[in-house]
């Protein structure tokens, strides 16, 4: 990987991880006040989203085009990145029977790498 690629990871990794922040933080907020953690992880997950690809968009990958096909290719890659998300946690909580926000942050590393690979391939794509 060149320095430029580098440097465009960990920016990538930077925003992203703002946005997992909202998505933990409103993930463990909601859990505390007993919503059920798969719907916990939709919203916080929806959230930090849309905080990822603000700051991505123009920040990371300095795209300005096409802001609405861009954000409906960002948040299907973040769905896949979900689909992901939901089904480690399920395999983590119901199948190990490990804590919630233990399982959450066990699936983070995956998603991360998924996302990235897709986003810039497919979303951020100038070819």
């Known amino acids: 990987m060149s320095g430029p ?3 465009q990871f960990l920016m ?3 925003f992203g991880g703002l946005g997992v ?3 933990f ?3 463990s907020s909601l ?3 007993g919503v059920w953690y798969q719907l916990c992880n939709v919203i916080g997950y929806f959230a930090g989203t849309l905080v990822s690809f603000l ?3 123009s920040i990371t990958f300095k795209v300005k085009d096409q802001a609405g096909r861009r954000m409906t290719l960002f948040f299907t890659v973040a769905f896949i990145g979900f689909l992901s998300s939901a089904a480690a946690l399920w395999l983590f909580v119901d199948y190990f029977s490990l804590e919630a ?3 959450k942050l066990l699936t983070l590393p995956l998603v991360v790498l998924l996302q990235y690979n897709l986003n810039k391939r497919i979303t951020f794509n100038q070819a």
């Open 101 to 103: 926000k233990l399982s």
């Open 25 to 27: 933080v409103l993930f």
């Open 55 to 57: 700051l991505n968009r």
């Open 21 to 23: 922040t909202t998505d």
């Open 31 to 33: 859990l505390y006040s």
């Open 5 to 7: 690629m580098i440097r």
């Open 12 to 14: 990538y990794c930077f």
